[in-house]
């Protein structure tokens, strides 16, 4: 395991994280308490640190459980947890990204924890409705409050990410360090704002879904699994031609090179530009495992470009006009290919 200084912070985290998720069977499909115990000390034995939960996961058996796990190991751990998802109960506020759900959210997550403070602190979903200005300002209160050391945001649009840090630079609140956004060989349309945005903000991204809910393993695209693309736990929406084919060709490139195609999939996550830190969840340990051992080697130049062309997708307005030979004339007066652009990412 190697590390990676998250965003614009001195902080180093594992080159993957673990989500924990699957902590719990509330969801009906999670691991058992003992079973998670094994996933978190096989993470941990790997060199990781870095572990990723949420106050919704598991009906908060998640973090409960890493609350017991990292008991005595608080100091080594980099632990996030997120706010924002409804808890159980009906309660008008008991969801979105305003303030007291922030507070009353955060609280109750380091009960739950049995922490003084959390590493990492995400805004889970954008809800549309707080004002930007409430969200960050709310968040440098709990940093400078001591019960937060860093801000992410996850699943929400570039332009708001951007508005929200431009905003904490020119008040001194704190700004965002880390994007959690869903990123796969079947879910590459972030490629057009949002990792750019990662780029040249430099923030760390953390990547869940990079085996595409399991599409990317190949189960699905065996005959004797056709009944469990039906099943209410099969990955909805995703299981149509097109990736299912990007799965096909997962499989025969990990056979080719005698990896598992989970492995392919995690290392295309992983060597993308930029910082890209992948999400790693498992059912058991011997899952997680598997998972790990796509730090034993690294796709070539030729089988990268291979699965980005079986992966590709149109960047979209303005990106593909941009790119129009006639377009580049008219801005550069034909003269593109000789400027040397260091800004170039």
Not at 27 to 35: D, L, N, P, Y
Not at 257 to 269: C, F, H, K, T
Request: with cysteine; aromatic share 8%.
């Amino acid at each position: 395991m190697r590390y990676k200084l998250l965003g614009r912070s001195g902080l180093r985290v594992s080159e993957l994280a673990l989500g924990t998720m699957t902590f719990g069977e509330e969801w009906g499909w999670g691991a058992s308490r003992q079973e998670s115990r094994k996933i978190y000390d096989a993470f941990l034995e790997a060199g990781g640190n870095f572990i990723d939960t949420a106050n919704r996961y598991t009906e908060g058996s998640s973090e409960k459980f890493l609350g017991e796990f990292i008991a005595s190991q608080r100091d080594k751990i980099v632990l996030a947890t997120k706010y924002t998802l409804t808890t159980p109960g009906s309660d008008i506020n008991s969801g979105g990204n305003h303030r007291k759900n922030l507070v009353q959210s955060l609280e109750a997550s380091l009960k739950r924890l049995k922490v003084d403070y959390i590493d990492l602190y995400w805004v889970h979903i954008w809800d549309y409705l707080t004002p930007v200005e409430e969200v960050m300002r709310a968040l440098d209160d709990q940093v400078r409050a001591g019960k937060i050391l860093y801000v992410g945001i996850s699943d929400t649009p570039a332009w708001i990410v951007s508005q929200a840090n431009i905003l904490a630079e020119l008040r001194g609140w704190t700004p965002f360090v880390a994007l959690q956004i869903e990123y796969s060989l079947i879910q590459r349309t972030v490629e057009r704002e949002l990792l750019p945005m990662a780029r040249s903000l430099d923030l760390a991204v953390t990547s869940w879904g990079s085996i595409g809910a399991g599409v990317l393993t190949g189960k699905y695209n065996q005959p004797s699994n056709e009944p469990a693309r039906i099943k209410p736990d099969s990955p909805s929406g995703r299981l149509d031609p097109r990736n299912l084919a990007i799965a096909a060709e997962v499989v025969k490139l990990a056979k080719e090179i005698g990896r598992e195609p989970s492995q392919v999939a995690l290392n295309w996550v992983r060597q993308q530009p930029g910082v890209i830190i992948p999400i790693v969840g498992a059912r058991s340990a011997k899952q997680l495992q598997q998972n790990l051992a796509c730090l034993e080697f690294t796709l070539t130049t030729e089988q990268m470009e291979r699965l980005n062309q079986v992966s590709h997708i149109d960047s979209g307005f303005p990106h593909d006009f941009w790119k129009q030979d006639y377009i580049k004339q008219i801005v550069y007066g034909g003269n593109w290919d000789k400027i040397d652009n260091h800004h170039r990412r």
